[in-house]
Each structure stands twice: as structure tokens, then as C-alpha cells.
């Protein structure tokens, strides 16, 4: 790090407090057998790009080095796809070091005004006010509606936008009315009731991805279950603490753990991989607060992936064939955070007609990682390239997935590099095969 610029120096009474626990940095052993599990280490091929070299950048920062920009470069450009913990043999845990490492750049005021200003709007602002969503989600409407998000991929197809062109090619389609209108409802078991679940609905999924909500609830309700959408839920946090912003998902994680203290709910539910991993890490989050701490593991040992929960009940054989042949891309934070990777597998391959193709390094990211194709546009659109490669290797018609953000930046991959797939959560797939035995009274609320 000599001769780079210092911007934050290690100082003071903090010193201790901030940053990756020395446990943790201990544990790794240097062995290097997580390098070839991490997408930006393949790609550059750069220590300082891997896991080990990251840690050990940690390990620097801790004893005494400065933040510089070096530092700040290697901490961003990991995608927290957390693959690497699942590669390495001493159990390092590197995901909640890299929240550690983060939410120590941004307490030590680390970065320049203009970016500390923009997280604040999106982060403080915009993910945790209805109103604010809306607005958003109505000018991307209006940008759609309007032709000119149409015109303007056109034109990127050419290659003529620049990153600007990869950005547009991200942008979620827009289709209202948004979810909001539906939380504070409770919808009905499809026959005898054998469950009472909550379903949290997310925050941008609200407006981007209504209809995987309702789809989602569907589902439930065709297997048994009564879906409570507790009214005062709110933004999980997941990437507030992705971005070190560790406080701010606290006050998140309370106000949804006081939503749903009363509802005695046999499951928390989430359809996203991201969300959920973060839901179920709750416990860790506030494990130093007296009034919360206990509140919060008990919150955390009910929380199950929408996927994982279908797979542990006896599911509703009463579905019509879909011959297709689908593949599916693991999320990374299901899969090497929560570690589910068998039930979407299982749920998809109990619909009658369909084949699961296997994808090559299906549990490796997609260059997704929360807003990480925003903000480092280049490098998720490097992995974009390979992922889609893998996926048209399969010759599937449908790319199945368990998270929102994986699938927007994978209708983008076909959209650049695919051959006109389908890309589906595994509950709109199953919705899809259960509404064609019956059109069926579900999603309607019954309080
Ligand atoms: S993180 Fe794990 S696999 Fe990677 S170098 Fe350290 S000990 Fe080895
Ligand atoms: S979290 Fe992912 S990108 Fe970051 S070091 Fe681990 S494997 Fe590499």
C-alpha cells in the first residue's frame, strides 16, 4: 500500500472495535484452496482480487495501516458472493469479515463527499420509504411505457452507450399496481389449512417484482398454507450490511422483528436468497443489544427461503406437465449462505414433464451481488458473459432462480448473450404449472 493516498488513518479508542474480529482473520491459513471458488480472481487473476489477498489486506488494516484507496478498490470489487467460504477447509467466515471490514470504511468516513451523499439518498432515503420506491418505480414505468427504454437497448445492442448501455439493459420492467397495496393482508389456505406463515414481500420487490410476490403467495396457498403479509414489514437490511452500513440494518432488523413479534407465525418466508440470508443472520446483527439479541435468534430460527420451506412439506402433486428444459442458477447467498441448494432442485424436478439440465458452476455468481452490476457495471458484466455461456451450453428454454437480483441480471444476459430463455423464479414455474389445473381462488385475501 506504500505511496498510495491515506484516507483514513487507525486511530483512537475505535481502533478495537471496528473491523474484522482477530479470531476470524486468524483463522485463515493462507492455504489459497478458496482462489478458484472466487469469480474476481478468476477473472484478473490478481492476488489482491482473492480471498487470501483480501484477508490478508485485512489483516494489514487491523494492524495499524491505513485505509487507502488500494484498500478501498479490493474491498469493493468483492462481490460478497461468499463462495469462498464454502471452498475453504478452516471454516474462515469471510461474509461477515467482509461486513466487518466495510462497515469500518464507512465509520472511519472513509469515502468523498459526492459518494457518501448518494448512498445516504439510496440507502437511507430511498430503500426504506414507500413513497420514495413508488416515485422511482413509476418513472422506470413511464421510461418504459414510453418506448424509450425499448429504443434506448436498441441502441445500446449496438454497443453505442457504453456502461451506460449495460445499466440500461439491467433496468427491471415495471409492472403495476405495485405490492404495497397488498401488505397488512391475509390470504387463505387452498383447502385444509396446514400451516400459518408470514410472508415478507422485500423492499425494491415491491415495485419491481409484484408479480413474483403474488406468485409466491399463490403457491403457498395452493400447498396449505395461510400467507399473513404483516402490516409494518419493512426493508430486511441485506444490503445495508452488505455495504457496511451495519447500524442502519439494525434499526431495520428491529422494526421487522417487532412487526412480526405477535403473529406466532409457524415460518418467516422469503423468496429472495439475499434477503433471507440476511433475515436468518439477524440473531448476529443484534447479538449486543440486551432488548433484542434474544428476539432476534428466535426471529432468525424461523425464517425459511420460500423454496426450502415447499421442500420440507408435502407438497400438492396437482399439477399439469410443463415438457421443458430448465437449468437452474443457485443464488449465491442461498446457496453459500444458507446453504440451500436441494430444494429448489427438488422442487423443480417434482413437475411432471420437466428436465434439469445441470448448469456448469451453477453456485457461481452471476455478477449480480445485491447492487455490486451498478456500482462495478464492468466486472458483472465480465461474469455476465461467462455465466451465459454456461446457460446456453445446457440448451434449456428456461434459466430457473431463487433471487430477484440474479434474475434481473440474468434477463439481462439473455437480452446480450443468450438465445431467448425464459428466466423464472422456481415459484413463478411452479405457479405457473398449478394454474393451469385450475384457475383457483388463490391470492385473495381474506382479512
Ligand atoms: S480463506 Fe480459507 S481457503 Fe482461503 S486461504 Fe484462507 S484458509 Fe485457505
Ligand atoms: S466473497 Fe466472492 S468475490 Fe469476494 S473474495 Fe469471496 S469468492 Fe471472491
Not at 426471529?299 to 399439477?319: H, K, Q, Y
Request: with cysteine.
Amino acid at each position: 500500500m506504500a505511496g498510495s493516498t491515506v484516507l483514513s488513518e487507525k486511530c483512537g479508542s475505535e481502533g478495537n472495535a471496528l473491523g474484522p474480529r482477530q479470531f476470524d482473520l486468524d483463522r485463515c491459513i493462507h492455504c489459497g484452496l478458496c482462489l478458484n471458488a472466487c469469480p474476481t480472481y478468476r477473472e484478473l487473476g490478481l492476488e489482491m482480487d482473492s480471498p487470501r489477498g483480501r484477508i490478508y489486506q485485512m489483516v494489514q488494516v487491523s494492524q495499524g495501516a491505513p485505509i487507502t484507496p488500494f484498500y478501498l478498490e479490493h474491498i469493493g470489487l468483492c462481490l460478497g458472493c461468499r463462495g469462498c467460504e464454502t471452498a475453504c477447509p478452516s471454516g474462515v467466515q469471510y461474509g461477515s469479515m467482509l461486513e466487518a471490514a466495510r462497515e469500518e470504511i464507512e465509520t472511519r468516513g472513509s469515502r468523498g463527499r459526492v459518494a457518501t451523499w448518494l448512498r445516504h439518498l439510496f440507502f437511507g432515503r430511498v430503500l426504506q420509504s414507500r413513497v420514495h420506491m413508488s416515485l422511482a418505480g413509476t418513472a422506470l414505468y413511464l421510461f418504459e411505457a414510453s418506448g424509450m427504454k425499448a429504443l434506448m437497448r436498441a441502441v445500446a445492442s449496438l454497443k453505442l452507450l457504453g456502461v451506460l448501455g449495460d445499466l440500461i439493459q439491467l433496468a427491471p420492467s415495471i409492472d403495476p399496481p405495485f405490492y404495497f397495496s397488498q401488505i397488512g393482508k391475509t390470504f387463505p389456505a387452498e383447502g385444509e389449512k396446514k400451516h400459518r406463515v408470514a410472508f415478507l414481500a422485500g423492499c425494491l420487490a415491491n415495485v419491481a417484482f409484484a408479480r413474483l410476490n403474488e406468485a409466491t403467495v399463490r403457491v403457498m396457498q395452493k400447498n396449505g398454507c395461510e400467507v399473513v403479509v404483516p402490516v409494518g414489514q419493512g426493508c430486511c437490511g441485506a444490503l445495508h450490511v452488505h455495504a457496511g452500513l451495519r447500524n442502519e440494518a439494525r434499526v431495520l432488523a428491529r422494526h421487522n422483528i417487532d412487526a412480526l413479534s405477535a403473529g406466532n407465525y409457524e415460518a418467516i418466508i422469503s423468496n429472495a436468497g439475499g434477503c433471507g440470508a440476511t433475515l436468518k443472520e439477524y440473531g448476529d446483527l443484534l447479538a449486543d443489544d440486551p432488548e433484542y439479541a434474544g428476539k432476534a435468534r428466535e426471529f432468525a430460527g424461523r425464517v425459511r427461503d420460500v423454496t426450502e420451506f415447499l421442500a420440507s412439506i408435502e407438497l400438492n402433486p396437482a399439477m399439469k406437465r410443463l415438457d421443458a428444459v430448465v437449468t437452474y442458477q443457485d443464488s449465491c447467498h442461498l446457496a453459500h449462505g444458507q446453504h440451500v441448494r436441494s430444494a429448489p432442485r427438488k422442487l423443480l424436478s417434482s413437475i411432471p414433464g420437466l428436465t434439469l439440465k445441470e448448469l456448469r458452476g451453477a453456485d457461481q455468481c452471476c455478477g449480480s451481488a445485491g447492487i455490486y452490476n451498478v456500482v462495478h457495471t464492468g466486472m458483472a458484466m465480465q461474469l455476465l458473459r461467462s455465466k451465459m455461456e454456461a446457460v446456453n451450453a445446457t440448451g434449456a428454454s428456461i434459466v430457473a432462480s431463487s433471487n430477484p437480483g440474479c434474475m434481473l441480471q440474468l434477463q439481462a444476459g439473455v437480452r446480450m448473450h443468450g438465445s431467448g430463455q425464459k428466466v423464472m423464479h422456481v415459484v413463478e414455474i411452479l405457479d405457473q404449472v398449478y394454474k393451469k389445473v385450475a384457475g383457483g381462488r388463490s391470492n385473495k385475501a381474506g382479512s
